[in-house]
């Protein structure tokens, strides 16, 4: 799937930017291929338009705010909240006849501005954590990153790459059949729950982050997956400690993400130091990291293209990619495929023979 071919995700909203960056003025962020400009007026309200100004096409992001209204920093033509072109500086009446650069929906929260590039079709996550009370939010990652938005997702519900990937943190190496989990597709399509257990380690940066002093510990874990690319997983410890992340892998083109994480605990600051609760997941997210940068980004939706090879514990990302084709095909779209960018995306090796490889492998 290259994720700026396909209309459908320009409906839903993505986590873009935290709204503190706007402090220092106008802001570009890319979502989906689309160069935006992000600013927050005089009054506090925030507004997302295209970041190239009607005149001679200079980035809006360049600009300044001034009350109301942005600014280009070219030849100082104005514009408000909705885009509207408000005056001409060059003009002796100033008059901009009806000139306009596009506006996009916008909304501030958890601290994030949130973006739809079209009239969304869900809404914003709840993230129950956010308005309970004995939690805190901890602000975690804001970066970007070299792989798809699905391959993220995909991994977060994958119980099978904790003890390869993740086994200098809290994988078992020893012990790598996967945890069963239980899914259950929200009503509507666009997402699932999944429950599990997960029995792991936990080293030294893990007993500072879940202050439990044992080598091992188990955590009660379900995870939300919001189509398309955010996800909440809270892990409830034995000692009634939860953590609880949520991570959005939001697109900037087909090939990176701009991965948003911020944490949530029932705890306090005097009992585990935010600074070490980050340290921990800071140290799992880069196991991440480094092996997802090594996938490839046209990550296949429709299974029967037969491009990838699978196994039980993958039923979540096969969840995943159904109910994307089962959305693509209600709104009257196909997936796209096929990105053709040179030798740094080798097209998949078939399996031997001349039968191609079963969509799916159980055991
Ligand atoms: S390019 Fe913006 S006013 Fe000229
Ligand atoms: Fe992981």
């Known amino acids: ?3 700026t071919q396909q209309p459908l995700l320009r409906r839903f909203w ?6 503190l960056l706007l402090d220092q003025g106008p802001q570009p962020f890319t979502l989906l291929g689309v160069e935006l400009v992000l600013w927050k007026s005089a009054s506090g309200a925030v507004s997302v338009v295209r970041d190239r100004c009607p005149h001679r096409h200079a980035k809006l992001s360049r600009g300044w705010v001034e009350g109301e209204e942005l600014r280009c920093g070219y030849h100082g033509w104005s514009f408000d909240r909705e885009g509207t072109c408000t005056r001409v500086p060059q003009k002796e009446d100033g008059d ?5 650069v596009q506006h996009f929906h916008s909304e501030v929260r958890y601290g994030y501005v949130w973006v739809s590039l079209d ?7 709840i993230l129950e954590e956010d308005s309970t009370p004995g939690f805190r939010r901890i602000y975690e990652f804001y970066e970007p990153w070299k792989c798809s938005g699905l391959r993220l997702m995909e991994n977060s519900f994958d119980n099978a790459h904790f003890s ?5 943190t809290f994988g078992k190496l020893e012990a790598p059949q996967p945890s069963k989990m239980d899914l259950e597709p929200f009503a509507d399509g666009f997402g699932f729950t999944m429950r599990t257990v997960v029995p792991v380690r936990n080293n030294k940066l893990g007993q500072l982050s879940t202050g439990i002093a044992q080598a091992e510990t188990v955590r009660n874990n379900t995870g939300i997956w919001w189509m398309p690319f955010c996800r909440k997983l809270r892990m409830q410890y034995p000692t009634g400690l939860v953590h609880t992340i949520f ?5 900037i083109d087909d090939s990176s993400s701009q991965i948003v994480q911020i944490a949530f605990r029932n705890d306090t600051e005097v009992q585990t130091r935010a600074a070490d609760v980050i340290a921990f997941d800071r140290a799992v997210v880069s196991e991440d990291r480094a092996i997802l940068e090594s996938t490839t980004f046209d990550t296949p939706v429709d299974l029967k293209r037969r491009d990838e090879v699978h196994m039980a514990s993958d039923e979540p990302g096969l969840l995943m990619r159904r109910q994307l084709l089962a959305k693509f095909k209600e709104f009257g779209e196909a997936e796209v495929h096929g990105w053709t960018g040179g030798d740094a995306y080798p097209s998949l090796e078939r399996a031997r023979g001349a039968t191609p490889a079963s969509p799916t492998v159980s055991y």
């Open 96 to 100: 901009s006849g009806r000139i306009c």
């Open 14 to 19: 993505y986590p873009v930017m935290p709204v």
């Open 247 to 251: 991570t959005a892998a939001t697109p």
């Open 119 to 125: 009239a969304p079709l869900t809404d914003i996550p």
């Open 1 to 3: 799937m290259l994720v």
């Open 164 to 168: 390869f990937v993740h086994k200098e």
